[in-house]
């Protein structure tokens, strides 16, 4: 396999990737690195690749694991707390401003979700993947999938109410 | 749609058992503009859900050309025949067994003749030694006159 056959074969997930990454580290240069990182180890696999069934897959399951070991050294968990501050300028530039500071809030509840919760909003939520593919990735039962993933949304929809009525941003 | 409908679908969706089907019809109403008042709340949630998904990686993937192995293992074998071939020169080089061949005699006689020759030639040489150590016994002559 050349570079040109596997970045066609990686266009397909590899903002997917990305995102997931974003979910987990927060910052956008954090998770390009960690993006770069498990393409490039993606690529070393190369010649086992026709192996495993879905590479997307994989390649999920590798950045889970990479961003989970960023955030466990401390090198991550120091930057997290500074990007944390930053927000996204580049989601729905084109949108109303009043519908993006509501997805901030969104994403800062998000933010503060435990790490597994996280993950599985965001595959479920955003990527719209099913339950068999999230629970593949993460090595868990489908059914504690779905109940992490009511607990996730059920705590956005809580911390959005008491916003919503207070109007603490 | 009818609100009821989209209530209904609203607590599944946070039961966690909507279909993916379902919650892209949640999305779809959420982005419209008719939203019902008392469901606005809502629209934050769905309207970041679907927004997300558009975020791009816009970073670049450093891929490197795979190594040419072959030429790798050309020359670890060359320099291994190489190695095997002064390893084997120097071998047979130090190793030359010294020929042990200095050829006999048929006859008894001509090879005792050539013995005798060869221990003649011996003590000739060793005679000769001796008669070079001669001088020696003056030592012992004045050493007799002296110590009596």
């Known amino acids: 396999m050349n570079q040109k056959e596997f970045m066609q074969l990686v266009n397909p997930f590899k903002d997917k990737v990305f995102r997931m990454a974003k979910r987990l580290l927060v910052s956008t240069e954090e998770a390009e690195?960690?993006?770069?990182?498990?393409?490039?180890?993606?690529?070393?696999?190369?010649?086992?690749?026709?192996?495993?069934?879905?590479i997307e897959a994989v390649a999920m399951t590798m950045t889970k694991n990479y961003c989970l070991d960023?955030?466990?050294?401390?090198?991550?968990g120091n930057m997290r707390i500074v990007h944390n501050n930053f927000t996204d300028r580049e989601a729905g530039l084109q949108k109303q401003v009043e519908d993006k500071d509501t997805w901030q809030w969104v994403e800062r509840i998000m933010n503060?979700?435990?790490?597994?919760?996280?993950?599985?909003?965001?595959?479920?939520?955003?990527?719209?993947?099913?339950?068999?593919?999230?629970?593949?990735?993460l090595g868990m039962n489908e059914s504690a999938v779905r109940t992490a993933l009511s607990r996730a949304r059920k705590a956005i929809r809580e911390t959005m109410t008491k916003t919503h009525h207070y109007g603490i941003g | 749609m009818a609100l009821d409908n989209i209530e209904k679908l609203i607590e599944?969706?946070?039961?966690?058992?909507?279909?993916?089907?379902?919650?892209k019809e949640l999305k779809a109403y959420f982005s419209s503009d008719n939203v019902a008042p008392p469901l606005e709340q809502y629209k934050p949630i769905f309207g970041y859900m679907a927004q997300a998904k558009h975020e791009q990686?816009?970073?670049?993937?450093?891929?490197?050309a795979k190594k040419r192995h072959t030429v790798l293992w050309i020359s670890v074998a060359a320099s291994v025949v190489v190695l095997l071939g002064v390893g084997f020169f120097t071998?047979?080089?130090?190793?030359?067994?010294?020929?042990?061949?200095?050829?006999?005699?048929d006859d008894p006689a001509v090879a005792f003749r050539e013995t005798q020759k060869a221990l003649e030639m011996i003590s000739q040489s060793v005679n000769e030694g001796i008669e070079s150590m001669d001088y020696l016994s003056e030592y012992e002559q004045s050493k007799n006159i002296i110590f009596k």
């Open chain 1, 70 to 76: 960023q955030l466990k050294s401390k090198r991550a």
């Open chain 2, 12 to 23: 599944k969706y946070f039961d966690a058992t909507t279909t993916l089907a379902e919650e």
């Open chain 2, 57 to 64: 990686f816009t970073g670049t993937i450093p891929l490197k």
């Open chain 2, 91 to 105: 071998f047979n080089h130090y190793n030359q067994p010294v020929s042990e061949d200095f050829g006999t005699y």
């Open chain 1, 33 to 54: 690195d960690a993006t770069q990182e498990v393409l490039v180890k993606l690529w070393y696999k190369n010649d086992n690749l026709d192996e495993y069934k879905s």
């Open chain 1, 112 to 137: 503060d979700l435990p790490e597994q919760q996280k993950l599985i909003v965001q595959m479920r939520d955003i990527e719209e993947m099913e339950f068999e593919e999230i629970s593949a990735i």
